[in-house]
Nanobody, 113 residues
Framework: QVQLVESGGGLVQPGYSQRLSCKVS????????MGWYRQAPGKQRELVAM???????RYSGFAAGRFEIDKDYDKSMIYLQMNALKPEDTAIYYC???????WGQGTQVTVSS
């Protein structure tokens, strides 16, 4: 059983950057099965970025060029670097492991001046 714990959310001003972290435990670290999703108030959960086996990470349109997903094998961590943040990026961001369908508890990111 895998456990995912996100951190790094908070209040950030438009145009600034934020980095989210996801600690993976309880299972062999397999970043190619992992990704980040988000859910804004009143909207469905949507993909932000994900690793895929044998290829470059996949990004949703709103994330391409602004966000970057990364991993650290030594620390069993997944990261989401978010740059040039916009108010519409306000959401709860979730770490997801798709082999087992596991979700973290989420971390709130609020982009506001």
């Amino acid at each position: 059983q895998v456990q995912l714990v996100e951190s790094g959310g908070g209040l950030v001003q438009p145009g600034y950057s934020q980095r989210l972290s996801c600690k993976v435990s309880g299972s062999r670290f397999s970043p190619n099965a992992m990704g980040w999703y988000r859910q804004a108030p009143g909207k469905q959960r949507e993909l932000v970025a994900m690793f895929i086996s044998g290829g470059s990470p996949r990004y949703s349109g709103f994330a391409a060029g602004r966000f970057e997903i990364d991993k650290d094998y030594d620390k069993s961590m997944i990261y989401l670097q978010m740059n040039a943040l916009k108010p519409e990026d306000t959401a709860i961001y979730y770490c997801h492991e798709r082999r087992l369908g596991t979700w973290g508890q989420g971390t709130q990111v609020t982009v506001s001046s």
